[in-house]
């Protein structure tokens, strides 16, 4: 689920503050953070990531609107690059009148910038998830959901297509409105990811917050939890959100 749209944005929400020395963008479809190697357009970017995880409590989804969707995941990737691998929880609503499904998922894209992936089990709201990317040597990568509360997990290898490479080059914990954009955003509330983890090899990556923004209409942002608790320690090679992070849902689209 490749991002689209970029402009520079910062924004602040309640108890939500930005990242110390982060950069800004906005997306139609992502919002959260990434962290980027430099020189995206080279073959091989001087950060290359192995691994990226995180923990969150799946929230109750609400649908404002028909076809909403919204999906909470980390990955490897889709950030400036032209693949993703992605693991975590997606929720579609199909009416306003009917309720959501909401499910495990994992996705990876092909050489002809299609997607392909699975919903291999159902999660629920108030279920605590760990989602888990690594790439694990050649072209493939293992993405894992684990739900610690009803103990249903999945774990899957899988290999980037060959004729198109998977650089390795972001590493993200994003909300997301599928589709690029073409569907409306489910309504989540609120979404804390803790344990936000990370390991790279190279130089230190830049950190991005990314907030969602159709037009002039913002329909989710992000930002550090102070709530008078120290900020994270942003240390080498991990990047570790000890106190969390949380994105909220300001509109459908």
């Given at each position: 689920m490749m991002r689209s749209g970029s402009l520079a944005l910062l924004i602040a929400l309640g108890s939500l503050v930005a990242a110390p020395d982060a950069e800004a963008e906005t997306g139609i479809s992502w919002s959260?953070?990434?962290?980027?190697s430099a020189d995206l357009g080279s073959p091989t970017p001087p950060t290359a990531?192995?691994?990226v995880s995180a923990m969150w409590t799946q929230p109750a989804v609400t649908c404002p609107l028909d076809n909403a969707k919204v999906s909470f995941w980390v990955g490897i990737d889709g950030d400036?690059?032209?693949?993703?691998?992605?693991?975590?929880?997606l929720v579609t609503c199909s009416a306003t009148n009917q309720p959501p499904v909401y499910q495990a998922f994992w996705e990876m894209y092909d050489a002809n910038g299609g997607s392909h992936g699975a919903e291999p089990f159902n999660v629920s709201p108030g279920d605590v998830i760990q989602a888990s990317a690594s790439y694990v040597g050649g072209v493939s990568?293992?993405?894992e959901v684990k739900d610690l509360t009803s103990g249903a997990s999945?774990?899957?290898t899988q290999?980037?297509?060959a004729n198109i490479v998977c650089k390795r080059g972001t590493a993200e914990w994003i909300v997301e409105r599928p589709g690029s954009g073409s569907f409306p955003l489910a309504d989540y509330g609120t979404v804390e990811f803790v344990n936000a983890l990370e390991t790279h090899?190279?130089?230190t990556p830049a950190r991005v917050e990314i907030n969602m923004v159709d037009v002039s209409t913002t329909l989710s942002a992000c930002g550090l939890i102070a709530s008078g608790r120290p900020l994270p320690d942003f240390s080498t090679p991990f990047w570790n959100f000890t106190n969390g992070f949380a994105?909220?849902?300001?509109a459908a689209n």
């Open positions: 959260g953070y990434a962290i980027k990531f192995t691994a400036g690059t032209r693949t993703v691998e992605q693991a975590g929880t990568y293992l993405l999945f774990s899957t290999s980037c297509n090899s190279g130089p994105c909220h849902w300001l």
